[in-house]
């Protein structure tokens, strides 16, 4: 139980490619896949585990302040102003409460400036910077989402 979060990669296939699925219903016991109507696959690209801050910047700048756990589009632009804030608190971490504040809540980890909270920026920055790269705005798109 806790604050968990995830960015998903959604990449349109459409239904002119086939796509191997292999006993999905048997192998994972889900209902009957078509294989000749899936059109989107959708991958978890990053995961964050009580990472707080992070979610609180989403809420506060892709959300609209909802903090719903729905799913929520992202543009690279977006993600990019997060890297740049994340190094921007990793080169003055005295300023870490007020450029990227902790929150709390629910099960949502620690409020402390410590250890941890910049393990998570420096997690954010790695993998948004090998993600992003992956993301052409036409054929795929990303999402954030939480649960808690």
């Avoid at 209902?31 to 809420?59: G, L, S, T």
């Avoid at 921007?88 to 005295?94: A, G, K, M, S, Y």
């Avoid at 920026?121 to 036409?138: A, R, S, V, Y």
Wanted: hydrophobic fraction near 35%; glycine fraction near 6%.
């Amino acid at each position: 139980m806790g604050l968990d979060q995830m960015l998903h990669r959604r990449t349109y296939v459409g239904r002119a490619y086939k796509i191997n699925v292999e006993n999905p219903d048997e192998k994972y016991n889900l209902p009957k896949i078509d294989a000749d109507k899936i059109v989107d696959v959708v991958e978890e690209v990053m995961y964050w585990r009580k990472a707080n801050q992070i979610h609180k910047w989403f809420v506060d700048n892709i959300q609209n302040g909802v903090d719903d756990c729905g799913n929520y589009a992202v543009s690279l632009e977006k993600l990019q102003e997060l890297v740049d804030l994340c190094k921007q608190v990793l080169e003055n971490p005295e300023k870490a409460s007020e450029l990227l504040p902790t929150q709390s809540g629910f099960f949502f980890g620690g409020i402390e400036y410590d250890e941890y909270y910049f393990e998570d920026l420096e997690k954010t920055i790695k993998g948004l910077e090998e993600i992003m790269p992956t993301i052409d705005g036409f054929n795929n798109s990303l999402e954030y989402s939480s649960s808690w």
